[in-house]
Each structure stands twice: as C-alpha cells, then as structure tokens.
C-alpha cells in the first residue's frame, strides 16, 4: 500500500517531492518527470509515494465537472495525510519550506502522541498535508 496524492499543481509538487524526499525518506524516482501526469518515489522495492495529475483521475472517475476549490469562506478539511519518520524533524521542516512547503506546524515535542514523539507539519505546492515525525 502506498499514497497516491492527486494533485493540481503537478510540475510544483514533482519538484517539492523529487527535492526532499531522497534526503528525508531514502526515497528514489522511478518513474515519470515534471511533465506528469504521473510519477513514483519507491524506498527500496516499496511504493513509497505516487502524484497523479487530478484531472486525469476526475476523468475516470466522472468527476471532472465538480469544483476543483472549495467555495470562498468554507475551511478545508484534509481527506489524507503523508507521514514521514525521519531522523531530524528540524531539519526536515526546513528543508520542505526551502523547496516551498507551507508552514503549518513547526517542530515540536508530542508527548501525548509518545514520550519522545516530534512532529512538524507541512503542506505540499497542491496544498496536501505531511507531517513529519521522529519518536
């Protein structure tokens, strides 16, 4: 099992991914370019994480005529989120906003979640949520 993210902005989240997830995953590209509509990162021989092009899925789907956006004033909720152990989530949340992740939570002890959990937040170029965790 491995994410598939659909997203809008392929070329922007190709770049983001195939910048910062060798260094923070070990992950490599095994498939597709910047162009899309698809492209893979595989950790060893294990899917690792998928980006298709959103509008190649709502045209199989038959989804293609729904909005692409949520309407003004109404506040997303994430249907997925990634989830990355990596070995320095300082680190990691700097390097995913210097190849142009948005802030959404810098790192931070999570004592509830595990007594020696950190976690930072972050989203991807399309908006998707990743979280990135050392425990």
Known sequence: MHPRLLVRRFAACFRFYDAVLPPLTGARLVRGTHEGPYASWDIGSEGAVMLLDRTAMASITGTAEQ???LPAGLPPHDAAMLVSRVDDV????????AHGASPVAPPAPRPQWGPTMRTAHVRDPDGNLWELQSY
């Open 67 to 69: 909005p692409a956006e």
């Open 90 to 97: 300082a680190a990691g949340y700097a390097l995913c906003l």
